[in-house]
């Protein structure tokens, strides 16, 4: 069983920051974890993902603003976002799997969401 709970959401203002965390139970099947946004009327897509040996991949959309990172002692997943804009806008949801999935929406455990809203 494997439970995700995503927090650190909110409003921003365009240039500002925000850190996501996702707590994760169910240490084994968590190697591979993931953050995903979905934009209003849009499909869901990758943002971010962590391999269990620390590889990393970005959307080239946040490449270079947002940093993904884990802190396995309490295998809490963290997304850090800066100088956001307003196209970030989205609902983030973390997810995990024990194959790496990268940026494909394939995982089977998602979390229920997070959302981030940037103003311009």
């Known amino acids: 069983q494997v439970l995700l709970e995503e927090s650190g959401g909110g409003s921003v203002q365009a240039g500002g920051s925000l850190k996501l965390s996702c707590a994760a139970s169910g240490y084994s099947l968590t190697s591979y974890m993931a953050w995903f946004r979905q934009r209003p009327g849009k499909e869901r897509e990758g943002v971010a993902s962590?391999?269990?040996?620390?590889?990393?991949s970005y959307a080239d959309s946040v490449k270079g603003r947002f940093t993904i990172s884990k802190d396995k002692a309490k295998n809490i997943l963290y997304l850090q976002m800066n100088n956001l804009k307003p196209e970030d806008t989205a609902m983030y949801y973390c997810?995990?799997?024990?194959?790496?999935?990268?940026?494909?929406?394939?995982?089977?455990?998602w979390g229920q969401g997070t959302q981030v809203t940037v103003s311009s």
């Open positions: 962590l391999d269990f040996d620390g590889s990393t």
């Open positions: 997810a995990a799997d024990r194959v790496a999935w990268l940026l494909l929406p394939r995982y089977p455990y």
